[in-house]
């Protein structure tokens, strides 16, 4: 499994029920650090350092649990509280390039894909779940070089907010930027 990084996103989301979660990312440097995408649209890393914690000040400490063995040689409620979080700074990192970010919420899978440019957000991609109406904002045929493929950008809330959709097939006709579209097993049909 490895490990990832934690994002939390204020920038606005198509749903508001994933606005204020605490996201997984392997886009990052992987230690399990916090970051955020601002309001602006900047990725910043929260650097902390971590320090032990003398055991006096642990909660379990002179308590009958403290002695308490889960196997030979191993007492977790001593463990318990043993490191704190000191913060350091707030970094913006200057991101350049797209991260992942996922999260199952009440078991619906929640991914996004967020594209910077020199340090901004330009796009916001929702992965899954799909929208069900849009306005094509783009329309690119080089997604892969072994496919005939397009992807269709749509635009499906306010501002960059938009979704990436690996289109094969339409049905009955041929998208172009512009058309406000329904969005159907993954499949765009004309919103007439």
């Known amino acids: 499994m490895g490990t990832y990084d934690y994002l939390k996103c204020d920038y606005p989301l198509p749903h508001k029920e994933a606005q204020d979660a605490q996201f997984q990312t392997k886009g990052f440097i992987c230690r399990m650090d916090n970051y955020t995408i601002t309001k ?6 929260h650097r902390v350092r971590h320090e032990e914690v003398p055991e006096e000040e642990r909660p379990y400490y002179g308590k009958p649990e403290w002695a308490e063995e889960l196997y030979p040689g191993f007492f977790p409620n001593k463990l318990e509280g043993s490191y704190k979080t ?3 700074a707030d970094i913006d990192i200057y991101e350049h390039g797209s991260i992942r970010f996922y999260m199952d919420i009440k078991a619906v899978w929640y991914e996004y894909e967020a594209i910077f440019e020199d340090g901004q957000l330009v796009k916001l991609i929702t992965i899954s779940p799909k929208p069900t109406i849009g306005k094509i904002i783009e ?4 997604y892969g070089a072994d496919t005939d493929d397009i992807v269709v950008y749509i635009e499906s809330g306010k501002g960059l907010i938009i979704t990436g959709l690996h289109i094969s097939k339409c049905r009955d006709f041929v998208p172009n930027v512009g058309d406000e579209v329904n969005i159907v097993d993954d499949e765009i049909v004309p919103n007439n």
Request: net charge neutral; hydrophobic share 45%; glycine share 8%.
């Open 40 to 45: 602006e649209g900047r990725a910043i890393w």
């Open 86 to 88: 000191i913060p350091i």
């Open 139 to 142: 329309i690119t045929n080089n």
